[in-house]
């Protein structure tokens, strides 16, 4: 599987950016899919996963903000992202679960300016 981000970039605060997550390979064997951000200085973390089954998990902080949806018929991710704060300034990274293998991409910069 490989994955492919794009869609960050700098946005000011209250404004909204949609992130995308191309999938390539044996897609048709992903379980979970989902959005990890890793802020400067910071661990990695989870901001949204969703299952094949369709069930979403989001972290506490973008609940109510950040929206994370699949195109199946476009082997397509996204997490819509709105509201944003300058705390959401991370670098966002997809990834893929498979057969219990983990699979990421490179990543995409997220800026938020205050």
């Known amino acids: 599987v490989q994955l492919v981000e794009s869609g960050g970039g700098l946005v000011q605060a209250g404004g909204s950016l949609r992130l995308s997550c191309a999938a390539s390979g044996i897609i048709f064997s992903i379980d979970t899919m989902g959005w990890y951000r890793q802020a400067p200085g910071k661990q990695r973390e989870l901001v949204a996963a969703q299952t094949s089954g369709g069930s979403t998990n989001y972290a506490d902080s973008v609940k109510g903000r950040f929206t994370i949806s699949r195109d199946n018929a476009k082997n397509t991710m996204y997490l819509q992202m709105n509201s944003l704060i300058p705390e959401d300034t991370a670098v966002y990274y997809c990834?893929?679960?498979?057969?219990?293998?983990?699979?990421w991409g490179k990543g995409t910069l997220v800026t938020v300016s205050s």
């Open positions: 990834k893929a679960a498979s057969r219990g293998v983990n699979y």
